[in-house]
């Protein structure tokens, strides 16, 4: 956790409450707005549970006392101005009071960040050894059969992309991401190590 930025929060601003920003730490959505004092930035770190202060119950709340979808803290960060408040976390259940994901809607993730989304649905059938679920009957299958289907969708993506269809290969391609995810899955190699790996080789060259 970034404990350094949030050290120099300049609480004299806004009469003693900043705004904290909620974003999905998985998939990067912004999930709500709310606001923290002093003593709901030290709460939520103290119980692992996003808690804000409630300008309408002049109070401390944490976020799915009642409702029980609470938000499991992953990190915190300040901002460059040391006024505003970075929340990631994980959300249990909707956000919003209203049912959907986020309070702005159901706010699809955005781009690639969507993997990180399917990443964790194939985690959750790997846990659930439902024999029903293609996902988990492909992993209880071994890592061999895994990497077996990555190799015939990747043979598709290819075989797609020289006949010049199109749709074709947006199917195919979809196919490969998801069995590689299983694949990856199978072997307990995270998308995150893969995505670190890709910025690691992306940095500019210094000289």
């Known amino acids: 956790m970034n404990s350094e930025s949030i050290k120099h929060l300049d609480w004299t601003k ?11 730490a998985g998939d990067g959505r912004v999930l ?24 309408s119950k002049q109070r401390l709340w944490t976020k799915g006392e009642t409702s029980g979808h609470v938000l499991e803290l992953v990190d915190l ?14 959300p249990h259940g909707p956000t919003c009071h209203l049912g959907t994901p986020t309070c702005f809607g159901d706010t699809p993730a955005p781009g690639v960040a969507f993997l990180s989304r399917l990443e964790a649905v194939v985690r959750e059938r790997a846990e659930s050894g ?17 990497a077996q289907k990555v190799g015939e969708e990747g043979v598709e993506v290819a075989l797609a992309a020289m006949a010049g269809d199109r749709e074709e290969l947006a199917e195919e391609s979809a196919d ?5 995810l299983v694949c990856l899955q199978a072997a307990d190699v995270s998308l995150d ?6 910025r690691r080789r992306h940095q500019p060259e210094s000289d």
Request: proline share 1%; charged share 20%.
């Open 14 to 24: 806004g009469d003693g409450l900043l705004p904290a920003i909620v974003q999905h």
């Open 32 to 55: 709500m707005l709310g606001y923290m004092n002093a003593e709901a930035l030290e709460k939520t770190r103290a119980s692992g549970k996003v808690t804000f202060f409630s300008r």
């Open 77 to 90: 960060l300040g901002d460059c101005d040391a006024d505003t408040i970075l929340v990631k976390a994980i």
């Open 130 to 146: 439902d024999s029903a679920s293609y996902t988990a009957r492909l992993l209880n299958a071994g890592i061999k059969r895994c």
């Open 176 to 180: 490969l991401l998801f069995h590689l």
């Open 193 to 198: 190590t893969v995505m670190a790996v890709l």
